[in-house]
């Protein structure tokens, strides 16, 4: 039988000898087999552990992008929702010309594909701190949807409003402001423009640390976002304080005939506020040309916007200061000067006009005060101010 499978070969075996075959090549081949099986066995186990290996990294490597596609969808998946929310942190990195430039995108259909909430922007131009804030706080309480607020100081300074308070962390990136000079406007386009981030801001009221509001917020909002116009001072005044300021190298951008000067505490709304910031005609002649004795910050603003947009303004500003002392700076008003007499001064001021109609509610904010001013006004403000 050994012979017959050498001789014969396998196969031949198979036909007449199938059970035997069985039993004969079972006796020769037990080694080799066993040779066999621990060779696959051992490339097996060699395969499984390469294999283990391989399914490792690419677990790993499969891993890297599901974490990445758990934070991408707000990149991905654009939602309206991620165009319209407003900055969470105010502070960028952005440089004033990279600002300037974001700020100035204006959507170009006029209906907004969403409930817009019209907020007015109280932007804050002061040294450092806000030592009327608690008025501001008692104003504002109970309207959070419809304002936001930003303050321009001194990059030096280290705000310390607790985070209750509606002032905390609305401070924006700033600069020194010098009084008169280009850096003052510098501050104001800055705080306009940061402002301008929100889509939900409509209107924009320049404010100082020495302002107060002089009526509750209801009637500043109903005043404010019922006007047809703007609030920016504006008047031709003859003589070396006004027209005598020009200098005709502004001209063919600015002629005398459009020149004019206003107080710099505005409210302006979402246009005019763009016009500001994306100003590039206009900006090079005052920076070169209104130097003082040309005080830039009482001209560039009303002068640009009496030639871009002159229907759009009241010519009138809507903060009450007291020039009537006489001297460069306004009169300041402390402790002593809250008064019945003191409101009463102020609320007969003379008529002025409303959306083309004569009232005597001309005023929303008054300056200056004190510091020493803030506790009679927080102990009458129910009846001076009406909140
Ligand atoms: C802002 O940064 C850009 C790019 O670095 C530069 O070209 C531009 O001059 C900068 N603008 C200002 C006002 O610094
Ligand atoms: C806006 O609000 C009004 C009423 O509050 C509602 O009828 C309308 O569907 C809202 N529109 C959008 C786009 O959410
Ligand atoms: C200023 O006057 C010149 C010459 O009359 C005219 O060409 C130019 O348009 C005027 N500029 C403005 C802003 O009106
Ligand atoms: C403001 O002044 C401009 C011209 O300087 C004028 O066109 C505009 O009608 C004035 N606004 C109002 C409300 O009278």
Redesign the pocket.
């Known amino acids: 039988m050994k012979s017959r499978v050498g001789s014969h070969g396998s196969l031949e075996e198979g036909k007449d000898t199938g059970g035997a075959r069985v039993v004969t090549q079972y006796k020769p081949l037990p080694l080799r087999l066993l040779q066999f099986l621990l060779l696959f066995l051992g490339l097996g186990i060699v395969f499984s552990f390469v294999s283990m290996y391989m399914v490792r990294y690419s677990v790993v490597q499969n891993v890297i992008p599901m974490v990445q596609s758990r934070f991408q969808p707000c990149i991905q998946q654009l939602s309206l929702e991620s165009w319209i929310r407003p900055p969470s942190n105010l502070l960028h990195s952005m440089n004033d010309s990279q600002l300037f430039w974001r700020a100035s995108i204006v959507p170009q259909i006029k209906d907004y594909p969403f409930n817009r909430t019209r907020k007015i922007a109280f932007m804050f131009l002061t040294r450092g701190p806000l030592p009327l804030a608690p008025l501001w706080e008692r104003f504002l309480k109970g309207n959070d949807e419809l304002f936001s607020i930003y303050i321009h100081s001194l990059p030096s300074y280290i705000p310390d409003f607790p985070p209750s308070s509606v002032f905390h962390g609305r401070q924006i990136p700033s600069k020194v402001a010098e009084w008169g000079r280009m850096s003052m406007c510098d501050a104001e386009r800055r705080l306009l423009a940061n402002a301008l981030l929100d889509i939900s801001n409509e209107w924009f009221v320049l404010l100082s640390e020495a302002c107060i509001p002089l009526h509750n917020f209801k009637a500043v909002y109903h005043y404010i976002s019922r006007s047809r116009?703007s609030f920016m001072g504006?008047v031709?005044e003859p003589g070396p304080y006004g027209r005598g300021r020009y200098n005709t190298n502004m001209t063919p951008e600015v002629n005398l005939t459009?020149w004019?000067k206003g107080s710099q505490w505005f409210e302006v709304n979402r246009k005019l506020a763009v016009d500001i910031v994306k100003d590039e005609v206009y900006y090079p002649k005052f920076e070169q040309f209104c130097r003082p004795a040309c005080y830039v910050d009482e001209h560039y603003f009303p002068t640009m916007l009496?030639i871009e947009s002159?229907?759009l303004?009241?010519?009138r500003t809507l903060t009450w200061v007291d020039w009537s002392r006489g001297g460069a700076h306004p009169a300041t008003f402390g402790k002593a000067d809250i008064t019945d007499q003191f409101f009463k001064k102020i609320s007969d001021s003379p008529l002025c006009?409303y959306n083309?109609q004569p009232t005597s509610l001309c005023f929303l904010f008054a300056r200056k005060f004190a510091p020493s001013a803030l506790d009679p006004l927080l102990e009458h403000s129910a009846k001076f101010l009406g909140f």
Do not use: K
């Open positions: 116009y504006a031709d459009e004019r009496t002159p229907r303004l009241a010519n006009i083309n």
